[in-house]
């Protein structure tokens, strides 16, 4: 099963930032977290990984909180092509596989 | 740069037919998944390959699904006998493992209907 839980859907304004949160209170302190997002008919795209420290790169940011019990996603300008399903995934230590839960479905509207 | 490729996008076929999906991984990518998904859920692991090795298999992947990898390439899956059940969009990711962690990369997907 998924150790991660996520809103159902959210909304958010083109040009404003989206945030998506996550939480995984059961991680263990060698667990990565994972962000990939789903366009409509298409596979999954990697965003962004953390493990501890926040991180940046040309299409999000993931700020972990201290405990690392919960994440936070930031799409800072939201656009209409930004809306998807975004899965946030903790990979587990000793498997190679993602497990997916079944992700915020995110609406940008005009 | 070319990203994983998956033939064909599209398939349909009659219950009980053969089917045989391809996946062209990034180039030097030494790991190869497989994924199922249904309807409204999150992608589920089928199986992997490191190299031409099979290292893991799910217990979704059952006796009339086989997979392979000959040459630590390309895949392929194979469903025999399909259901109306395997209807699904089956996803192919690829990997390159230098160290942890590795990040995995998504193809667009064979997409199934069994009638």
């Known amino acids: 099963d998924a150790k991660t839980t996520q809103p159902t859907s959210m909304d958010c304004a083109e040009g404003r930032a989206a945030n998506l949160p996550c939480n995984h209170s059961?991680?263990?302190?060698?667990?990565?977290v994972y962000w990939y997002r789903q366009i409509h008919s298409q596979g999954p795209q990697y965003i962004i990984h953390?493990?501890?420290n926040n991180e940046t790169n040309e299409m999000a940011s993931l700020i972990i909180t201290e405990d690392r019990k919960s994440s936070t996603l930031i799409l800072p300008h939201a656009t209409l092509r930004d809306t998807a399903v975004y899965y946030c995934?903790?990979?587990?230590?000793?498997?190679?596989?993602?497990?997916f839960g079944t992700g915020t479905r995110l609406q940008v509207f005009p | 740069d070319t990203g994983v490729s998956q033939d064909p996008r599209h398939k349909i076929t009659k219950r009980g037919q053969n089917v045989t999906f391809r996946c062209d991984p990034i180039s030097e990518h030494n790991r190869l998944y497989w994924y199922r998904q249904t309807l409204g859920q999150g992608p589920e692991f089928l199986t992997y390959f490191q190299n031409e090795a099979q290292l893991e298999k799910s217990r979704l992947l059952s006796d009339r699904f086989s997979a392979e990898r000959p040459k630590g390439s390309f895949s392929t899956l194979e469903i025999q006998r399909t259901e109306q059940g395997d209807s699904a969009m089956y996803l192919c990711?690829?990997?390159?493992?230098?160290?942890?962690?590795?990040?995995?990369?998504f193809g667009p997907g064979t997409r199934l209907l069994v009638l």
């Open positions: 953390g493990l501890k």
């Open positions: 990711a690829s990997s390159l493992v230098v160290g942890a962690p590795e990040t995995q990369y």
């Open positions: 995934i903790v990979r587990e230590y000793n498997t190679d596989k993602l497990i």
């Open positions: 059961t991680i263990s302190g060698n667990e990565y």
